[in-house]
Structure formats: structure tokens, C-alpha cells
């Protein structure tokens, strides 16, 4: 099986496996629904971290405004009292003005935590360099995990303009959010190998042969950018390395040079006392013991 490590620009995303066999096609779409995947656990998490702190979110109408523009318009945060955490909840005034301020307790929220703690580590970066693979099975995973600790400290269910219900139910809505700009869409998303695009319609193996046992990093690319930045010949880690060691071997030839540029004064040429020596007939005289 032919292992890609999936990078978007020179930033690393995970480590996927295929055959040489594999249509362009297919391995395209696999790596966007996973990549795509991925953005959505990550948004997930981030809200939930946030409702572990101040509870569910406001009504679109009531988020933004303070206490007072709240009870000025007698507005009334319905889901609120419907949508209560197990065990009780604890008021942690949300200052942005998005949340209730009604927190999970204590026990509650390291339920929350801890889960979302779990699902960043299954589609973390680190696997690629640990050389674990990500699937679609992988974000499934995660995103189970996440639902089920919703389920459990909100068995009553979440509000519906809640964005953890909205993710899960994908009715999210990132237009205008810097969100957006991250997911990628199959009509207008390539996949780029050592300068080439790999085009649908071909196979993998019309690219990189049929070797099964090789590994290369691949690029995904919005159409229209142009080719990405081809990988340096040397990675980071062995850059580091090199680096390391040509700086040892200077200091290594400092100290030589300097060792040299000392050892000239004990040659016989240096002696500023040799000429008057010779004159005084004195300059093979050695001096024994007395």
C-alpha cells in the first residue's frame, strides 16, 4: 500500500494509505471528506470546550447584547430552561455574550473535556509523525465520541441554534467565518505530487508506478493557485542536523587554527634571544644539571 503524507501548503494534515491501483478520482474525494473531517471535529471541540465554560448557546437575537439592552427588548432565552445540564448547572457568566452562563458542574464538564481531549489526539497532526493513518473511520470515531458526551450531559438535548447540534446535524452555516475559507470543495480542489496535478481520470499508479511499498508527500490545492511549493530536498529534522554538525566541525577548526597560530612560538625561529646567543657563542650550549 502506497502511503501519502497529505499536506496543505507546507502545513502537514495526516497520513493516508491507498493502492497504486486507486483511481485519482476516488482518492481525491476520500481526502477531501476527511480533510473537511477533520475541520469539523476541530470546530466541534472548540465550541464544546466553550460550552463546558459557560453553558448552551443564546438565541441568535440575544447574543451580543448586555443585561440591560436584554430585559430593555424582553427578550426571553426559551431553550435555556429546556436545556439544562445533568446534574445542575453552575452560573459562569459568558463575557462575549454568546453562551447562558449556565456551565455543567465540576464532574460534568471533565466529561466534556476529557472526550474532546480524546477526539483532538485521534485526528491530531502528531500521527503523521507518530506514522499512524487517518480514515474516514477515524473522524467517524471522533465525532461519536463527541455525541455521546453530549448525550450525556445534555440528555434533554441541545437548542437548535446551538453550533454543536448544527455540526452534528451538518446545517452549520460558515459563510463569513475565516472557518470557511479552510474547507475544501471536490469541484474545485487538486491534488499536486512533485510538481505534477494529478488529473481524475487517471490512477495513482500512473504517477508514482507501481511500487506498493512507496511513500510520498502529496498536496491539496484550490484550482486557480497555481502549483504548490515543491518540498525541499532535505527535511527539517535533517536540516537541523546538518546544521548541528557543520557548526561542530567550525568550532572544531577555530580551535585547530588557534592551536596553530600558538604553536609557533616554541619553533627555534621565534626565539627573539637566538641572534645574541650565536654572537656570544652561546647557542648550543645546554645546560645540565648542577
Known amino acids: 500500500m502506497v502511503k501519502l503524507h497529505i499536506k496543505r501548503g507546507d502545513e502537514s494534515q495526516f497520513l493516508y494509505e491507498t493502492s497504486t491501483d486507486t483511481s485519482i478520482d476516488i482518492l ?17 471541540c472548540a465550541e464544546m470546550e466553550q460550552l463546558a465554560e459557560h453553558g448552551v448557546s443564546l438565541p441568535p437575537n440575544m447574543q451580543g447584547l448586555t443585561d440591560e439592552q436584554i430585559e430593555d427588548l424582553k427578550l426571553q432565552d426559551e431553550w435555556g430552561e429546556k436545556c439544562m445540564p445533568q446534574g445542575g448547572a453552575k452560573f ?57 458526551a453530549i448525550m450525556i ?10 453550533p454543536i447540534r448544527q455540526e452534528f ?36 499508479a500512473d504517477y508514482v508506478g507501481k511500487n506498493e511499498k512507496t511513500k510520498i508527500v502529496a498536496k491539496l490545492q484550490k484550482k486557480g493557485m497555481g ?50 646567543r650565536q654572537f656570544q657563542g652561546m647557542k648550543d650550549i645546554k645546560w645540565g644539571p648542577r
Open 28 to 44: 481525491l474525494n476520500d481526502l477531501i471528506v476527511i480533510h473537511n473531517g477533520r475541520l469539523k471535529v476541530q470546530r466541534i
Open 92 to 148: 459562569n457568566k459568558d463575557t462575549i455574550g454568546c453562551r447562558n452562563g449556565q456551565a455543567p458542574n465540576a464532574q460534568m464538564a471533565e466529561v466534556i473535556k476529557k472526550t474532546v481531549k480524546e477526539a483532538k489526539d485521534l485526528i491530531s497532526k502528531k500521527k503523521v509523525d507518530a506514522d499512524v493513518l487517518v480514515t474516514q473511520a477515524t473522524v467517524k470515531e471522533a465525532l461519536d465520541m463527541l455525541r455521546g
Open 153 to 162: 450531559v445534555y440528555p434533554m438535548g441541545l437548542p437548535p441554534h446551538e
Open 227 to 276: 502549483a504548490p511549493a515543491r518540498e525541499p530536498p532535505i527535511g527539517q529534522d535533517d536540516q537541523k542536523l546538518m546544521m548541528a554538525h557543520y557548526y561542530k566541525k567550525q568550532e572544531e577548526w577555530k580551535r585547530m587554527e588557534k592551536e596553530a597560530e600558538d604553536s609557533y612560538l616554541d619553533s627555534p625561529w621565534a626565539d627573539g634571544q637566538q641572534l645574541k
Open 169 to 204: 446535524e451538518n446545517n452549520e452555516d460558515l459563510s463569513g467565518k475565516q472557518a470557511s475559507l479552510d474547507v475544501l470543495d471536490k469541484e474545485i480542489t487538486t491534488l499536486w505530487w512533485a510538481g505534477k496535478e494529478m488529473i481524475p481520470g487517471k490512477k495513482l
